[in-house]
């Protein structure tokens, strides 16, 4: 109660230091990302201190990091469990995450040529790390002497040329608003909800966190904003008029790769002007993700709270993709997550209507084959079927053309080699070994064999989510392409992963779905600073979870549960 009373104290700074966020990001925008005014006169005021070269590593990784190590030593010696002694080595790393994936798409001229990105991480970095070691001591003007080192850290990026003064404005700002918040942010107690999770003034953190996928959208002309919902646009335009559906394209060249079914469904959205459209595209997926915390993600917000939740989820990767393309993926998950991991009377409908917009999710019907699920496949097949049918019927002179080409014509979807294809086949393309088809194929069957026997197994523990979490995976695995947006079906074996007690895992994993990867490897190769072979790796990072998803999660989730029940038989019987 006190954390609560003292983080209220502090709010009116928080929200202004926030402000300046805001504003700062708000005028570069309108600058159309050009240096304004003040950036040209501290830059000319501060060129020529080369001595600044130094003090500049006072934020940067590699002097924060090893000060960071001896505290967390200090405070192991001192008798802190390693948990809480790693602590700021965790939230340091993850505001360097976090500033990275926001600002990513923000670039602008730079000082000495080229281009370099919004924000100074060493900025942010020298403010919220230095903050995290001076909050070890109780002297009151510690924070004067972290604002010291900030400033003059932030400074010395404007005189090497590194960066603008409002770059370096952000990052303080960023720091600041991580480090007043990681104050109020303990080690979460198994036992019951987090008092950040549970405040009401918690659902800040959506707030500002709905930036990180927003604020991009804006930087894109109109044309070019939200490109696959253009191809439902367009494709429901086609289908309203009895034109081939399968033959329009976008003005990028992009075809329509869904089944007839799914055409059928975009035909009222032609009709809404297509800005009023975007707006509630964006409004209808967060409608969406709030759904699949809810219903799918349960354990996740039981243990840290449903505004840290959908915090974490608005900065993630694949949510960030799927605003960015204005996707349908959340909505399948959501319907999907309804239909199988809550009992309801007219279940497998939802996973009829999912299979019949897109096809990858057929990988959950020989779960309940396996399982004998009877009435459950029924409602999927009938579902399905019809739902299939209807979009032929409507629409047959597309549906030809969809039956006869374009269902098995996988290079519409544009190069599948490219690092954004996370699955498995994307994988081996990649690689450049030869006869990829079989190898995928083979792959694909011995995947689904394994997951199928996962989710069995699962099912016979009473483990309904992990059952469906392990077959969510499955589905990224095996399809032929699965870009970053498709990998919102791995929230659900997140969740699982969490309702075994496996948080350190979880966190490891959640960490992997935020950062762009793909485009983090891509660079790396690009630039031959590492073995390519590492670079690939983290060109596959992503996906590689979702397959090792499919292997281990039962076997993780199903040890968890016998350990739990081995320790309450001893605890019953002592």
């Known amino acids: 109660m006190q954390a609560f009373k003292t983080f209220v104290r502090t709010l009116p700074g928080a929200a202004f230091v926030l402000s300046v966020v805001v504003l700062v990001v708000t005028t570069v925008l309108a600058a159309g990302g050009e240096p304004l005014g003040i950036d040209r006169a501290f830059a000319d005021a501060l060129s020529g201190a080369d001595f600044l070269g130094l003090v500049t590593q006072l934020g940067s990784g590699a002097v924060l990091y090893p000060v960071l190590i001896v505290v967390a030593v200090v405070r192991r010696r001192a008798g802190a469990s390693w948990r809480s002694a790693v602590v700021p080595l965790l939230i340091l790393a993850t505001a360097q995450m976090l500033e990275a994936v926001t600002f990513v798409t923000l670039a602008r001229p730079g000082p000495s040529g080229g281009l370099v990105s919004f924000s100074s991480g060493h900025a942010m970095a020298a403010v919220l790390g230095w903050g995290l070691v001076a909050g070890e001591f109780r002297r009151r003007s510690r924070y004067a002497l972290v604002g ?26 960023f720091g600041v608003v991580v480090l007043v918040v990681s104050r109020f942010v303990g080690v979460p107690s198994p036992a019951a909800p987090p008092e950040l999770g549970s405040a009401r003034w918690a659902w800040a953190l959506p707030a500002v966190a709905l930036l990180v996928p927003v604020v991009p959208l804006f930087t894109v002309s109109a044309p070019d904003r939200m490109k696959d919902l253009l191809v439902y646009y367009g494709a429901g335009s086609s289908a309203g008029t009895g034109s081939d559906v399968y033959e329009f394209r976008t003005v990028f060249d992009m075809p329509f790769t869904y089944p007839p079914f799914a055409a059928v469904l975009s035909e009222p959205l032609s009709r809404v002007p297509l800005g009023l459209l975007q707006v509630l595209w964006v409004v209808a997926s967060l409608a969406a993700l709030v759904g699949v915390a809810r219903i799918g993600m349960r354990p996740v917000v039981e243990r840290i709270g449903l505004p840290v939740t959908l915090a974490l989820l608005l900065v993630s990767a694949p949510v960030r993709s799927h605003l960015r393309f204005g996707q349908v993926g959340l909505f399948l998950v959501l319907l999907v997550a309804y239909d199988l991991v809550r009992r309801h009377r007219r279940e497998g409908v939802g996973l009829g209507v999912a299979i019949a917009v897109k096809l990858t999710p057929a990988v959950f019907v020989p779960w309940l084959l396996v399982t004998r699920q009877w009435r459950t496949f029924l409602w999927v097949l009938f579902a399905s079927v019809g739902a299939t049918v209807a979009g032929l019927l409507l629409l047959w002179p597309s549906a030809e053309e969809y039956l006869w080409r374009a269902l098995w014509d996988s290079d519409r979807f544009g190069a599948n080699d490219v690092v954004g294809n996370q699955s498995v086949r994307g994988m081996l393309l990649r690689s450049g070994v030869p006869h990829v088809s079989l190898l995928w194929l083979a792959s694909a069957v011995v995947l689904v064999v394994v997951g199928t026997y996962g989710a069995w197994r699962l099912s ?115």
């Open 460 to 574: 016979r523990a009473e483990d309904r989510l992990a059952a469906v979490g392990v077959l969510a995976a499955l589905s990224v695995a095996v399809s032929p392409i699965s870009w970053v947006h498709h990998l919102v079906w791995l929230f659900l074996p997140l969740a699982a992963l969490v309702a075994a007690r496996r948080y350190w895992l979880s966190a490891a994993w959640a960490v992997v779905l935020t950062v762009s990867l793909p485009s983090v490897g891509a660079s790396g190769l690009r630039a031959g600073t590492a073995h390519p072979a590492f670079w690939h790796l983290v060109i596959d990072a992503q996906g590689l979870t979702a397959v090792a998803a499919v292997l281990f999660l039962p076997l993780l989730v199903l040890r968890s549960a016998e350990s739990r029940s081995r320790r309450a038989l001893t605890s019953t019987s002592a």
């Open 148 to 173: 010291v080192v900030g400033l003059v850290v932030g400074l010395s990026r404007v005189a090497l040329e590194v960066h603008w003064l409002t770059d370096v404005v952000a990052g303080w700002a």
